[in-house]
C-alpha cells in the first residue's frame, strides 16, 4: 500500500474500518526504510519484532478496543530506553548496551498498542544540531541528500518525511525536536517542561530536557503528546497539566521584531517569515509587536547552563557499571582511556566546558550569573504573556546547511538562536512548516516557531491547525 502523505488520524480510520491492517501498515514503512535507508541513515537498527508487534495491534483492533495510536508505526530516538532493546545515544560508548527498563513514555505507547519500528540515529548524546556528532555517520536532508536533516533527533524528523514511520518521538534540550523538524519539513512539538516525563531518557541538561513528538500534522503531534503527558511518580520533575478551552478568534499573537534585526539571519528566512505574518493576519489573528529585551543573552545562557549540566550528567558513563571499558592500570586511567575513546569531540567539548563554568573561582562569574539571567528571560516572557497568547519567532536562522559546512562549533550554536529561549524558560513551543526555498535547484522546507505560556499547548495546537488547513 502506498502510504505517502498518510497521517495518523487518517490511518486510525483506515484501520478501525478494517480498509487496511496493521501488518499491511507496517510493511509499507519497512519496504520504505529497505528503500531508502542506505541513502539516508535514519534508522540504526529496525527491529526484528515489528510485524508480531502488528499482529498483537491487529487483535486489539479487531476486539473493537482500539485507541488513538493502536497499530501506528513509530520511530524511537535512540536515548529513550525500550526495555530489551539496545539504546546507544548514538555514541560508542554505549554501543553495545540493551534497556533493561521501558522509558515511562514507552510504557504509555506500549498500552495503546503503538508499533515500534526502531530507533532512529541523533547526534552523540543529543549535543548537535544536525547529526554531524553521531558516533555512526551523519543522516542526510530528504530533500536534499548533500545536506543535514538538523538535530539532535535528525533521524526522527527524516524519517516521518522519508514515509518511514507515521510520528516519531525526539528529545529537545535547545530546540533538537523543532529544528529538524524545520529542516525537514514537519510539525515538532517541545511540551511544557514537566509535562512529559523523562524516566528513561537519557539526560543531557536536566533542566532543559522534554521529549516531544515530530508528525505531519498539528493533530497528530497533539494525539501523541496527549498520549505521553502527564505526571510520573518516577520522575520528580513531572507535572499534571490541564489545558483551558479557549476561543481561537481572540487570538494575538506576538512578534519581537526587534531581534530579526541581528546579523545572520537569511533573507530567505526573513522573507518566509513576513510571509507567515500576513498568512496569520488573513486567518484573523492580531499581531503585536513586543520586545523582549534579553532574548538576546538566551544563547549564552543556554551554552553555560547546558554545558554544565552536560558535564554533571555524563560523570556516569565511566566504563564502570555499563557501557563501553577500556582497561587500564588503576580506576583513573580506566576512566581515561574508557571516556577518551567512548565520547565524541562534541561530548568531549560540553563536558570541558561545563566542568569549567562550574569549577571553583569561576562559578559565580558564570553559572551563577546564567541563572540570574534566566530568572530575567523567563520574568520577561510571563510579562509577554500577559499581552499576548503566543509569541512568533523563525524556528531557525537559515535552511538547513551542507553537511561539513560549518566548520567551527559556535557556527553550529548559532543555529540554535531561535529555539534554545523556550527550553531556558520552559515553556512549550511548536515548529510549523512554513514553505520552501530553491538553494541550488532544490527546494528546502523552512519553519516557524510558536510559543506559548506554561501548559498552553492547546494553543499552539490551535493556531498551528489554522496555520496549515487542517
Known sequence: MEIKNLTIKEARKLLDTKQISAKELAKSCLENIEKRNKELNVFLEVYDDVLEQAEEAQKIIDSGNSKELTGIPLAIKDNILIKGK????????????????????????????????????????????????????????????????GGSSGGSAAAVVAEMALGALGSDTGGSVREPASFCGVVGLKPTYGSVSRFGLMAMGSSLDVIGPITKTVSDAEIIFNVIKGKDKMDSTSTEIENCKLKI?????????????????????????????????????????????????????????????????????????YGLRKEGNDLLEVYKKTRGEGFGAEVRRRIILGTYVLSSGYYDSYYGKAMAARKIIRAEFDSAFEQVDAVLTPTAPFPAWKIGEKKSPLENYLADIFTVTANIVGCPAISLPSGFVKIDGKDLPLGIQLMSSHSNENILFEIGKKFLNE
Open 86 to 149: 539496545k539504546a546507544s545515544a548514538s555514541s560508542k560508548i554505549l554501543q553495545n548496551y540493551t534497556a533493561t527498563y521501558d522509558a515511562t513514555v514507552i510504557e504509555k505507547l506500549k498500552e495503546e498498542g503503538v508499533i515500534f519500528l526502531g530507533r532512529v540515529n541523533m547526534d552523540e548524546f543529543a549535543m548537535g544540531g544536525s547529526t554531524e556528532n553521531s558516533a555512526f555517520e551523519v543522516t542526510k536532508n530528504p530533500y536534499d541528500t548533500s545536506r543535514v536533516a
Open 249 to 321: 478568534e481572540n487570538f494575538k499573537i506576538g512578534v519581537p521584531y526587534h531581534i530579526l534585526e541581528q546579523e545572520g539571519i537569511s533573507k530567505d528566512v526573513r522573507d518566509n517569515f513576513n510571509e507567515s505574518i500576513n498568512k496569520l493576519k488573513d486567518l484573523g489573528f492580531e499581531i503585536k509587536d513586543i520586545k523582549l529585551k534579553n532574548i538576546d543573552k538566551s544563547l549564552a545562557v543556554y551554552y553555560i547552563i547546558m554545558p554544565a549540566e552536560v558535564s554533571s550528567n555524563m560523570a556516569r558513563y565511566d566504563g564502570v557499571k
